[in-house]
């Protein structure tokens, strides 16, 4: 067993501030899923923007771009695939294997082309391992005439990109009509993002798991270049969403908690998809699904405490 860095946190009510340790720190109590962001939060965190008429809106606008710019045909292919991944992202299907392949095909070195051009200044802090392998996509039988154009495929991240920004223009704008002068969670400038990790079992490993996040970026002195570790990873603008994956359910409770947070500058131009843009994501979770970066997104440890760990990412 290798020394704990995180401290596991009881769930239980003390008897005296009838809190548990979760609240102490407050972070949610673990719960199962799927998760929904509060109604509290979503007043803290200006989120009652999105109505439903606000959402449907921005989907309205994307359905019309797509129908003009991709192929119905792997229109349905890629909504087929969005909607399997938002069932369960850990469970591998056909449908979202032939997402992943064709976005493969697209670009072969989409998760670790950023990586190659620092391998060497990185090497002893990210090995290779850190980024997750799509071996397991052979397993399905894909012809080269099942996977989706690569031109659909631009076409759906330009205009998921398109309509995001458009709709986060409007956000601001509501920002700046309620809150006139005062300031807002969401009203500094630019919008907030957030990811929540759970390593549930990182302490049950018998080896040292050098790919996990905190492993790698905890240890940081300075700002360093950003990974991640999938082609396909999802933030939302709800804290109380990012918390809530964070700390993970009753079952399965993190035991390396990290939350990620930055401005929408670190997601705009690598937005695939969104509950602003597929039906196939609850509304409720302000899912936003983001591609690697290749260009510069670094991160810095804000954080590094004995139950989470907290790390900002910025543009360079």
């Given at each position: 067993m290798k020394k704990r860095f995180q401290k596991p946190l009881d769930d239980s009510r003390d008897a005296f501030s009838g809190l548990t340790e979760y609240e102490e720190y407050f972070l949610p109590n673990p719960s199962a899923g799927p998760y929904e962001s509060e109604k509290f939060y979503d007043e803290v965190l200006d989120l009652e923007f999105f109505t439903s008429k606000e959402v449907q809106k921005s989907r309205d606008q994307f359905d019309r771009r797509a129908r003009k710019n991709i192929f119905f045909n792997d229109l349905l292919k890629i909504e087929e695939g969005l909607c399997d991944y938002a069932k369960s992202s850990t469970k591998s299907t056909k449908a979202y294997a032939i997402l992943l392949k064709s976005i493969l095909a697209l670009e072969p070195d989409y998760l670790n082309k950023k990586y190659k051009f620092v391998k060497h200044e990185l090497q002893y802090s990210i090995p290779e391992s850190y980024?997750?392998?799509?071996?397991?996509?052979?397993?399905?039988?894909?012809?080269?005439?099942?996977?989706?154009?690569?031109?659909?495929?631009?076409?759906?991240?330009?205009?998921?990109?398109?309509?995001?920004?458009?709709?986060?223009?409007?956000?601001?704008?509501?920002?700046?009509?309620?809150?006139?002068k005062s300031i807002s969670v969401q009203g500094m400038g630019n919008i907030l993002v957030y990811r929540g990790i759970n390593n549930r079992?990182?302490?049950?490993?018998?080896k040292t798991d050098n790919t996990d996040i905190v492993s790698i970026y905890s240890g940081a002195n300075e700002t360093m270049p950003f990974f991640e570790k999938s082609l396909?990873?999802?933030?939302?603008?709800?804290?109380?969403?990012?918390?809530?994956f964070v700390v993970g359910s009753k079952k399965k409770k993190?035991?390396?908690?990290?939350?990620?947070?930055?401005?929408?500058?670190?997601?705009?131009g690598r937005v695939f998809a969104s509950f602003l843009t597929c039906n196939c994501f609850n509304v409720s979770q302000y899912e936003i699904l983001c591609l690697p970066d290749v260009n510069g997104i670094n991160v810095n440890v804000v954080q590094n405490s004995t139950f989470i760990t907290h790390l900002l990412l910025q543009t360079s």
């Open positions: 980024f997750n392998k799509y071996d397991w996509l052979n397993l399905y039988s894909i012809d080269d005439s099942d996977l989706i154009s690569p031109s659909s495929l631009k076409a759906y991240i330009k205009h998921s990109n398109i309509v995001l920004k458009n709709a986060f223009k409007r956000w601001k704008t509501f920002l700046k009509n309620k809150y006139k079992d990182y302490y049950n490993r018998k396909l990873t999802s933030y939302s603008v709800s804290q109380d969403i990012a918390l809530k993190s035991q390396r908690k990290t939350f990620i947070y930055g401005d929408d500058t670190v997601i705009l």
